[in-house]
């Protein structure tokens, strides 16, 4: 035997997967608890060579010191950072790190799809949940559509609005895409810009912008009709901030629970999810577990995979 493998969790690794991981001659152990505590976690990585992070536990400073042998930490998703607060400890001790930042692409983005669509057409407030029977709505043709963070799942919104025809697509990241704006007709706007003019504010930022980025100086540009969505996890908005827009007009979709808000407006003003689903399909999470145990088998038997996160870092 190769060494043990800890999988948290049983949304991602399906039974094939342990198969192929027994296989390839690693011993399985599963941590069937999606929020597992630091101690439980402790307990668990204390002898594995690898760890697939499957739930919304935390892998801190203290679990990496509970296993010495620990060579691999796979993340099936995008946003370890979130989860792995000490991924920086862990690189410096020479552990590798590797994501799936394909897998949840299409998903993702067909949510941020669908809450848009919801959320212009009325739906909260048309439907059992709301108080209106009649109601004439913008919907997303002829609004201008802004997303805020080019990377892979900004450009798949884009392919999937276009269709719905939308006056305008503007975008705004840390660098500019030539590329992309030549093969979907987009433009470059400044930050100020694309906030204080468009109807439909798509939030695709990662969770390296830092806790609290979207605060009163980038909320209070917006229009008050202005509807945001946002797919990036629980801190990157201020939710003091966000209740100041949403008095004002602002409405919100969003992929992560906002529970201090929810009593306070109604579906037709903030939509958010009880928890983070906007990856959750049937197909996202086979190909994460695809391309998680790929590249964790890549990452313990040659030291590398197209997946490994910052492969530049130095100890």
Known sequence: MKGKILVTDSLFIFDEHIKKLEAAGYEVERLDKPDASEDELCEAIKDKVAYVLGGVERATKKVIDSAPELKVISFPGIGYQWLIPAWQYAMQKGILIGNTPDAPTHAAAEWSMMAALAMQRGLFEIGR?????????????????????????????????????????????????????????????????????????????????????????????????????????????????????????????????????????????????????????????????????????????????KYLVNPEYKK
Do not use: M
């Open 129 to 305: 949940t709301g108080t209106k029977q009649f109601k004439t709505f913008q919907g997303i043709e002829k609004t201008k559509v802004g997303i805020y963070g080019l990377g892979r799942i900004g450009t798949e919104i884009i392919k999937l609005i276009k269709p719905f025809r939308p006056s305008d697509i503007i975008y705004y990241s840390t660098r500019k895409h030539p590329e992309i704006e030549k093969d979907l007709g987009i433009r470059f706007q400044p930050e100020d810009t694309v906030l204080s003019t468009v109807d439909i504010l798509f939030i695709c930022v990662p969770d390296a912008v830092g806790h609290n980025y979207f605060n009163d100086d980038r909320l209070s540009k917006l229009k008050n009709s202005a509807l945001v969505v946002s797919i990036s996890h629980l801190g990157i908005i201020n939710i003091n901030d966000l209740d100041k827009a949403l008095a004002r007009g602002v409405r919100v979709a969003n992929d992560d629970p906002w529970p201090e808000l929810l009593d306070k407006y109604g579906p037709e003003k903030l939509y958010t999810n009880l928890g983070h689903n906007a990856f959750n399909t049937f197909p996202e999470l086979k190909l994460a577990s695809d391309e998680a145990v790929d590249s964790l088998i890549n990452l313990l038997e040659k030291g590398q995979d």
